[in-house]
């Protein structure tokens, strides 16, 4: 294990930097364990080497198992590989980058559970080329377009003459474009204004 559990595993020697990802004859197999699939950086190196199933030994305790597999999940849907896990003490399963479960089970201890798991296939993703660089990207151009549908001077530009636009419809006007050409949104404009106008009347 590379990420260690505070506490419990104190006296864990730290493994590699980054999960090891190999050629097989069943495609692009990779390998991590427990709390490694808990930290979205470590497991994005499987992504980007274009792992197309990672395996995972686990041991969890307590209550959050339910909230370990989730997170587990997430990294295969993040990277593009399909997850096949197996847990002593929670969701034992295979879980695919379309977040589609085709298997899982509570509590494998003496039981077999035969799941078809599919090979050979890794999905390129957004996450696994850029990290958070793409969110962080969608947040700031929402915070820029909020930014410039709010500044005074284009409140003043976006006011229909005669009457008093709405605070919905100056967001809604910035964010179509309808201040310098109006008929760029001649089919959603006037849709979007009378329901505005129908929550906030005049």
């Not at 427990?34 to 792992?51: L, N």
Request: charged content about 20%; some cysteine; aromatic content about 8%.
């Amino acid at each position: 294990s590379t990420q260690s559990t505070w506490g419990a595993e104190d006296d864990v020697i730290a493994g590699e930097d980054f999960p090891p990802v190999i050629d097989t004859k069943f495609g692009r197999l990779g390998g991590a364990i427990c709390h490694d699939y808990d930290y979205p950086a470590f497991i994005q190196h499987a992504g980007r080497k274009k792992a197309a199933l990672m395996l995972e030994a686990s041991e969890t305790w307590g209550s959050m198992f339910r909230l370990h597999v989730r997170m587990n999940r997430f990294r295969a849907v993040e990277n593009g590989f399909t997850l096949l896990r197996c847990t002593d003490n929670g969701y034992s399963g295979v879980y695919t980058p379309l977040h589609e479960v085709l298997g899982q089970q509570l509590m494998l201890d003496n039981g077999t559970m035969m799941i078809d798991v599919p090979t050979g296939a890794h999905h390129t993703t957004l996450f696994a080329l850029w990290g958070d660089t793409f969110g962080f990207i969608c947040v700031g151009a929402m915070v820029l377009l909020v930014v410039l549908a709010l500044l005074p001077g284009r409140l003043q530009q976006l006011q229909a003459p005669g009457g008093h636009a709405t605070a919905v419809d100056r967001v809604l006007d910035a964010l179509l474009g309808a201040a310098d050409d109006p008929a760029s949104d001649s089919f959603l404009r006037p849709r979007a204004r009378a329901l505005s106008r129908e929550k906030n009347p005049v």
